[in-house]
């Protein structure tokens, strides 16, 4: 009889600590930023178009402000909208100074190679040196890829920065040929 009563209360022990392990991963909060354990979430955009995100994957975040519709009139080679920016976190610096990846690509449909890329993109700065070659602040608010030269039709050119925040990064102007 005592046996059976202590195999009952160790069973129900055992039984109260899963079902209490098993609220604690699941509640909001508590693993990944806000998101229950192996959760994902339903992601909307502004086209009513959905999609799924694990709570658990880093990606590039493409900035809804940097998405232009192209407004091309007839022999217009390219615009702006053909030069796409995709940046987001990677692993920060020993300091603990969060880093950033930046992707830009040229997409242009046309076939055409764009050059004298410039990005309004504030008082930019890095705390690591960024290949002035690739990506560098001319002036406030304005910034030149590739050191003004052409980006060939589907090219990517990529380089990383750390600050303490993410700068919001727009295509100003380009040139066409």
């Known amino acids: 009889m005592r046996a059976a009563a202590v195999i009952g209360t160790a069973s129900l022990l055992f039984f109260g600590v899963v079902a209490a392990a098993v609220v604690l991963l699941c509640s909001p ?15 909307r955009s502004g086209e009513g178009n959905s999609k799924l995100a694990a709570a658990h994957r880093k990606l590039l975040v493409r900035g809804q402000e940097n998405v232009e519709e192209p407004n091309r009139i007839w ?19 020993p300091s603990g100074i969060p880093t950033y990846t930046v ?11 764009i050059s004298h890329i410039h990005f309004t993109c504030g008082w ?10 690739v990506f560098r602040r001319l002036r406030y608010n304005d910034c030149l890829v590739n050191d003004g030269k052409p980006l060939v039709n589907g090219g990517t050119i990529s380089f990383e920065y750390a600050n ?5 990064l727009k295509v100003s102007s380009v040139a066409c040929y």
């Not at 930019?124 to 070659?133: C, G, H, I, M, Y």
Request: hydrophobic share 35%; with cysteine; charged share 15%.
């Open 75 to 93: 022999g217009e080679k390219c615009s702006r909208s053909d030069i796409v920016i995709e940046q987001g976190p990677t692993a920060p610096l």
């Open 124 to 133: 930019f700065s890095s705390a690591t040196l960024v290949n002035p070659k």
């Open 164 to 168: 303490t925040f993410l700068y919001p």
């Open 103 to 113: 992707e830009i690509m040229n997409v242009c449909v046309t076939g055409c190679n």
């Open 29 to 43: 909060g508590f693993l990944n930023g806000g998101h229950g354990f192996m959760e994902s979430r339903l992601l």
